[in-house]
């Protein structure tokens, strides 16, 4: 169970995405340049391979689309390499499909559940020549998928059809296989639940940890910002500020989570700390700070015990007040 539960936390932590690690070295550049067809008479693939991806982002999304950045290289939201499926998984997709495709050519209607399409998973095919031609997106969420090309139009919106239960056992079963994780997201599913049942006895509940729930908060605490911590963000590229503001609202959540009170502190002293970042809020600040971002990081790292916050603002926070995005601070009376 410990095993799966880190491979669950992977696969939804942000830590994990090509925008912090980076494109995998053995990962192909893709010629993403062509928009996907959605209304075409699909040809067999000469290869398949399966994504997974804790969300859509792209710095710059190629005309394909999901999961290739323009310059053919993955987009940010993606976890770890592709895998290439063997000629019995790629064969079992694209039977799953054209039976799909026949059923919708038989004017056959799908149940459709009123659940926002999210996928986290896709399937790109490809042709000899090495250019993706064609997407088959799961989600396994609300058990709901889309594909194209296809002769009737490519099935899409925030609303696509839902699965069979053959259509996401099988998708399942070879996303798992690859470690690819679809089971991590069945948020209904038992083993998620049962995972989530073995992580609160093992590391307690919010504001109420486990002796090991406190270690694994404090090792999370210690984490630094993945970006060059001797730069101020002002000269820091956006994406480096991008991914300080990550770290800084998880920081901030963890602290929330552990000792601080819903939004901040409140100390018998009259001292107050309120914490609440709109979006864009933290990317503005840190664009008028010219402390480096380590000066930054010990300034957070003062808010880990109310009794030295509640004497006044820490001695590490000074001269940062354009440098400390979503704190408010009102001094004793």
Known sequence: MEARLAEFDRLHDWRSTVFVTGSPTDEPVVRAGTPLRHRAKPKPPAQIRAYVFGDDKCANRSAFGMPFEIDGALCDGVIGHSVVLDDREREAVLALVTEAEAEQARGKSRPRVRCDFNPHHA????DEMGIPTGRLETCFECGQFQWGPSPDGARGGYEPPVMTDEERRAYADILDRHGLGAWAF??????????????SALYGERGKPTPRGAARTAVRLALPPPIDRDLPPKQSSARDRHRLCLWWGEQWLLRQNQRMQSRGYECETGVKYDFSLEDGDCEKKFLQCDAPTHQIEDCL?????????CKGMPEACAGLEQCVPGLRFTPAK
């Open 123 to 126: 399937f790109v095919f490809f």
């Open 186 to 199: 069945y948020y209904d599913g038992a083993e998620v639940t049962r995972l989530m049942e073995y992580d």
């Open 301 to 309: 790292r003062a808010f880990t015990q109310p009794e030295i916050v």
